[in-house]
T-cell receptor, first 118, second 115 residues
Framework: DAGVIQSPRHEVTEMGQEVTLRCKPI?????LFWYRQTMMRGLELLIY????????DSGMPEDRFSAKMPNASFSTLKIQPSEPRDSAVYFC????????????????FGQGTRLTVV | AQSVAQPEDQVNVAEGNPLTVKCTYS??????LFWYVQYPNRGLQFLLK??????LVKGSYGFEAEFNKSQTSFHLKKPSALVSDSALYFC?????????????FGSGTQLTVLP
């Protein structure tokens, strides 16, 4: 498997524009996570899905952020409108959990999308 | 609430020397603990985890970590450091007793192995 695939790797956009980040999880994985990494705040969980259903979006910073998972092989994270403080590296991760053993299962991360909003 | 602390932002060691990257945690119940490594411009890679059983956990690339419940610590160790071990290391925790499903990450420790 190619691992978790994120696109684009880098995105530079102007303030106010819509930004869409994409993620393809590892085939067969039933959990998908979106994280944001900044120097100031470290790694923050934004939202996660189980079987394409959003389970916890309490980490989504504002209504400008939205995430979807229309099928098991694709997820998007959208920011509209984007602001300079959204500049960060956004990671997607996936896990396969046998039964209910999410707690002891590691997540596999993509290479991230470096977003710069100017 | 669960939390993780990595008290050192930066650790420097000479190649061939043992290394330790420190991690302490706070949970209300029993923890599941993880270590990840991040190389420049890459995503996080899983190194090892503690779930139950032996306090000494062995992982990838010769790394190991020791779970110490009384000190609420899970320090990452390697007997002989390599220059290629230079990277950013993250400790993470899940609390067994809570409803949280996500990993809570520490702030990261930059390890530099000097040749």
């Amino acid at each position: 498997d190619a691992g978790v695939i994120q696109s684009p790797r880098h995105e530079v956009t102007e303030m106010g524009q819509e930004v869409t980040l994409r993620c393809k999880p590892i085939s067969g994985h039933d959990y998908l996570f979106w994280y944001r990494q900044t120097m100031m705040r470290g790694l923050e969980l934004l939202i996660y899905f189980n079987n394409n259903v959003p389970i916890d979006d309490s980490g989504m910073p504002e209504d400008r952020f939205s995430a979807k998972m229309p099928n098991a092989s694709f997820s998007t994270l959208k920011i509209q409108p984007s602001e300079p403080r959204d500049s960060a590296v956004y990671f997607c991760a996936s896990s396969w959990v046998p039964g209910t053993l999410l707690m002891n299962t590691e997540a596999f991360f993509g290479q991230g999308t470096r977003l710069t909003v100017v | 609430a669960q939390s993780v602390a990595q008290p050192e932002d930066q650790v420097n060691v000479a190649e061939g020397n043992p290394l330790t990257v420190k991690c302490t945690y706070s949970v209300s119940g029993n923890p599941y603990l993880f270590w990840y490594v991040q190389y420049p411009n890459r995503g996080l890679q899983f190194l090892l985890k503690y779930i139950t059983g032996d306090n000494l956990v062995k992982g990838s690339y010769g790394f190991e970590a020791e779970f110490n419940k009384s000190q609420t610590s899970f320090h990452l160790k390697k007997p002989s450091a390599l220059v290629s071990d230079s990277a950013l290391y993250f400790c993470a925790v899940r609390d067994l007793s809570g409803s949280a499903r996500q990993l809570t990450f520490g702030s990261g420790t930059q390890l530099t192995v000097l040749p």
